[in-house]
């Protein structure tokens, strides 16, 4: 089993920045792919970002420019840096691992998911 913990959720401005990070532990030598989530109130969730053990990326249209997914696997750590933040970004974001997949954007390939973390952005 793998346990992930988001942090570095908060309220911000629209147009600031923000940084998540997501602590894995556990088996993590399991993991291969992992992704960025997100869902707004009365919205289905939907990816943000995913990244392969090797560090290549995928992002979702809406955020392409903006973010930027990394991770430290030395660190069982994984990160979002958002930048130029909307007010259409407000949503609890969920990190998640796949023990089967290199990377993807679909939810339905990860098996660990981590509780959330909140962001706000404000007009």
């Known amino acids: 089993q793998v346990q992930l913990v988001e942090s570095g959720g908060g309220l911000e401005q629209a147009g600031g920045s923000l940084r998540l990070s997501c602590a894995a532990s556990?088996?993590?030598?399991?993991?291969?792919?992992m992704g960025w989530f997100r869902q707004a109130p009365g919205k289905e969730r939907e990816p943000v970002a995913t990244i392969s053990r090797s560090g290549i990326t995928d992002y979702a249209d809406s955020v392409k420019g903006r973010f930027a997914i990394s991770r430290d696997n030395a660190k069982n750590t994984l990160y979002l840096q958002m930048s130029s933040l909307k007010p259409e970004d407000t949503a609890v974001y969920y990190c998640a691992a796949s023990f089967t997949t290199g990377f993807s954007l679909s939810p339905s390939v990860y098996d660990s998911w981590g509780q959330g973390t909140q962001v706000t952005v404000s007009s």
């Open positions: 556990g088996r993590t030598f399991t993991v291969y792919g």
